[in-house]
């Protein structure tokens, strides 16, 4: 008797083991493996259109982003945006300007994930946040990060130089998308993508500027990293240079004056 109640709960340990073991799988399969089985989803459901998904999230976003707008004395749509990302906090900023006026703070976002370290990136699989100033060149309504905004990384900076040091791969496909996985982009969340995703479309693409920069140049100076390359300082010049025009309010003289006293 014992011993066949013994054998049943070493059955039902077993069973519960192999299920565990099949849940766990599925749990990293659905996470990690996006790739694989996303575009299988999508041809099952069927592709939706960027007006679909505007149809779907603009309004809300709107609705909670255009008091925050107002607050700061800026319209809905705003006639330019600009998102700054900070690599060391893991932080994005949301810019925005009327015509002629100055850029004004609207919001801040956490980054969910973004891999890598401090310094440009140079090649692919390389799995590093490039640094530099960008435009958006694309939005995906169908990517397997739920929604994303292609970057135009590598752009002509890094194409000069990738070609002066030989580089023939410099990587490609940097994008800001949504749920918390990255290896080379910003994840921002599912919530906040749909969000950006909204603004920028209704902003347009022409009218906004992402720049990625590895701290935030109002409260540290930009150190180049021992390992990068010599240009990595102009190019810290250019990011700091162009987060003044961005950031004219918070860009004091107190900062200009621990910059020059590093140099």
Not at 111 to 122: E, N
Not at 135 to 154: E, F, Q, R, V, W
């Amino acid at each position: 008797m014992q011993h066949n109640i013994n054998l049943e709960l070493n059955s039902v340990k077993k069973r519960l083991f192999v299920c565990s073991l099949v849940v766990l799988s599925l749990f990293l399969f659905y996470h990690f493996g996006r790739s694989i089985w996303y575009p299988l989803a999508i041809k099952i459901k069927g592709k939706q259109t960027v007006e679909q998904v505007i149809e779907t999230y603009g309004l809300s976003t709107r609705d909670e982003l255009a008091p925050l707008f107002d607050r700061s004395g800026i319209t809905y749509p705003p006639k330019k945006l600009a998102l700054v990302a900070f690599k060391d906090t893991n932080v994005l900023e949301v810019w925005a300007s009327n015509e002629g006026s100055n850029y004004q703070l609207i919001v801040r976002y956490p980054i969910k994930a973004a891999s890598g370290k401090l310094g440009p990136k140079l090649r692919e699989g390389d799995r590093q946040v490039p640094e530099g100033i960008y435009t958006i060149i694309g939005l995906n309504p169908n990517s397997a990060y739920h929604l994303s905004m292609k970057i135009n990384y590598p752009n002509a900076y890094d194409l000069e130089h990738a070609k002066a040091e030989g580089r023939a791969e410099p990587g490609t496909n940097i994008f800001i998308h949504g749920r918390a996985a990255s290896i080379g982009c910003l994840a921002m969340g599912d919530p906040v993508i749909e969000k950006l995703f909204s603004l920028v479309y209704a902003t347009g693409r022409d009218n906004t500027t992402v720049l990625i920069s590895p701290t935030d140049p109002s409260k540290n100076p930009l150190v180049v990293p021992s390992n990068a390359p010599e240009w990595t300082r102009d190019l810290y010049d250019k990011i700091e240079a162009h987060y003044q025009t961005i950031n004219s309010n918070r860009y004091n003289s107190e900062y200009s004056a621990a910059k020059q006293s590093s140099e």
